[in-house]
């Protein structure tokens, strides 16, 4: 064993990596910026990482956990609490002299590689710098989303299809608008929820049928069909699943909406079946979802909207390969976020992207965290643009 000046216990042929650590990296949601603070007994390496990502404020410490260092190597495990659910974050490390090489797998989405530096004691208090506040949009009036009196309402109905992809009956809500008749063809929206919730989400914690119901009532609405899908597309998931066996599930819905839903849908309810006529929606995963599909499919989707979209959102370089493309077949390219939303440097991320390709794109944001408020707030303002 050897004492370090720090009082730091070592063992033997390990270094001393005591003090602090800082590392800025570009990942898939904005470029982030870490200080990690780092204390060793033994083998034993405890400490905290805090993390400033994007433009957000910097975020409160996290304790490192399962931390060990054995000679230059180095391992821990940072916990991210997304949506009710813990995101584990595992590090490797090789440390030479002032830098360690990092290797970080972020749950089932990601494994990235940065270099960390020594902070110098004169310089260990320096914080990375905040970025620029964005433009709040308005809120929707008092009112929007409750049961009006007078306000004809549309019908939401429980549905099941068969889903092949999955290999089973699957659920959805669906909602058709006041004076639904066969007689007439009607776009559709599909709405997806987030990994806190189901196909139940939208109309029972987001009032999705008494918002659309209020706008038809107002005039504002062009009449359409709205489904709400489960959006894990496998057996024997719920909202209490582990985290990651929920998102292969997520990403896995890609092909149960071309595949089956769509299908059912088109063939089951008088709508629409062309891509002027269909939109596609969502909150947080849903949102990710919904970029990572309409965006990846434009011969399907004309109106593609990410309210909160969440760490699954591919990056625009992947999404929008050709620019002018997406720019000439959308006809809508929403992003929105709520201004205290933890994860708002996805979409400022996506929103800056489509910026420097100049993708024509509606960049919303809300006030509000990650949260029912917010995404009610940008079902109002988007429904309203959609199939005009």
Not at 37 to 42: A, N, R
Not at 73 to 90: A, K, W, Y
Not at 230 to 248: E, K, M, V, Y
Request: proline share 6%; with cysteine; net charge neutral.
């Amino acid at each position: 064993m050897a004492i370090t000046g720090c009082g730091s216990v070592l063992a033997a042929g390990t270094v001393d990596v005591s003090g602090k650590w800082q590392a800025e990296f570009d990942t898939q949601v904005g470029r982030q910026k870490y200080i990690y603070e780092f204390k060793v007994d033994g083998e034993k390496l405890t400490g905290k990482a805090t993390a400033r990502i994007g433009g957000e404020a910097e975020r409160p410490p996290v304790e490192i956990r399962d931390g060990r260092v054995s000679g230059d190597e180095l391992g821990f495990v940072e916990v991210m609490d997304f949506q009710g659910n813990s995101l584990r974050i595992e590090y490797r490390g090789k440390i030479a002299k002032d830098e360690i090489k990092f290797t970080r797998k972020v749950g089932d989405f990601a494994t990235e590689e940065f270099t960390g530096k020594r902070v110098p004691a004169a310089a260990a208090s320096t914080a990375p710098a905040a970025g620029e506040s964005p433009t709040k949009a308005p809120a929707a009036p008092a009112g929007f989303d409750a049961r009006r009196e007078g306000v004809a309402p549309g019908k939401v109905e429980p549905v099941e299809y068969d889903s092949k992809s999955v290999g089973l009956r699957r659920r959805m809500l669906v909602y058709t608008p006041p004076g639904y008749s066969k007689d007439k063809k009607y776009p559709a929206l599909y709405l997806l929820h987030g990994i806190g919730d189901d196909e139940t989400g939208w109309q029972e914690k987001g009032a999705a049928g008494v918002i659309l119901d209020n706008l038809f009532a107002d005039q504002k609405l062009v009449p359409m069909v709205v489904v709400m899908p489960n959006g894990r597309a496998a057996a024997g998931l719920t909202i209490t699943s582990p985290w990651d066996r929920q998102a292969p599930a997520f990403e896995a819905f890609e092909q149960d909406l071309l595949g089956d839903l769509i299908p059912y849908i088109e063939a089951h309810y008088s709508v629409k079946a062309d891509r002027e006529h269909r939109a596609l929606a969502g909150l947080s995963m849903g949102g990710g979802q919904s970029l990572n599909i309409g965006l990846k499919h434009l011969d399907t989707f004309a109106w593609v909207g990410g309210f909160s979209s969440a760490p699954n959102t591919k990056p625009a370089a992947e999404l929008v390969p050709d620019p002018s493309e997406a720019s000439a077949r959308l006809k809508l390219l929403w992003l929105s976020c709520g201004d205290q939303d933890g994860l708002m440097n996805i979409s400022q991320s996506f929103h800056d992207a489509l910026g420097r390709k100049q993708v024509r794109h509606h960049w919303q944001v809300d006030s509000g965290g990650h949260t029912w408020p917010v995404w009610k707030n940008d079902l109002y303002f988007l429904a309203q643009r959609l199939f005009r």
